[in-house]
Nanobody
Framework: QVRLVESGGGLVQAGGSLRLSCAAS????????MGWFRQAPGKEREFVAA????????YYADSVKGRFTISRDNVKNTVYLQMNSLKPEDTAVYYC????????????????????WGQGTQVTVSS
């Protein structure tokens, strides 16, 4: 069992930055592939970014590529999402997710591929 707790959300002006953190319980965190998803009001949950358990492979949605960076610290059992140049359309509840990876380089883009989810953290970007 893995418990995920997100933090770092808040209110920021357009063009600003935030760093989200997702702290995970469990001794095998380094074997979990991690992802960030978001859900805006009235919209479906969408993929944002993913990272392999090694941290060597990452993947981003086109809408955030070049602005967001996913990273992880397997000693601290934490995954991060650095968000720069924020836009009002980035406003959403952001969720981190985890699953055991089949290989050190694997990452996953679909929500149904993940087994564990955090409670979410609100990010609001004002124009």
């Amino acid at each position: 069992q893995v418990r995920l707790v997100e933090s770092g959300g808040g209110l920021v002006q357009a063009g600003g930055s935030l760093r989200l953190s997702c702290a995970a319980s469990g001794r095998t965190f380094s074997r979990y592939a991690m992802g960030w998803f978001r859900q805006a009001p009235g919209k479906e949950r969408e993929f944002v970014a993913a990272i392999s358990w090694s941290g060597g492979n990452t993947y981003y949605a086109d809408s955030v590529k070049g602005r967001f960076t996913i990273s992880r610290d397997n000693v601290k059992n934490t995954v991060y999402l650095q968000m720069n140049s924020l836009k009002p359309e980035d406003t959403a509840v952001y969720y981190c997710a985890a699953r055991t990876a089949t290989s050190f380089g694997s990452y996953y883009l679909k929500g149904y591929e993940y087994d564990y989810w955090g409670q979410g953290t609100q990010v609001t970007v004002s124009s």
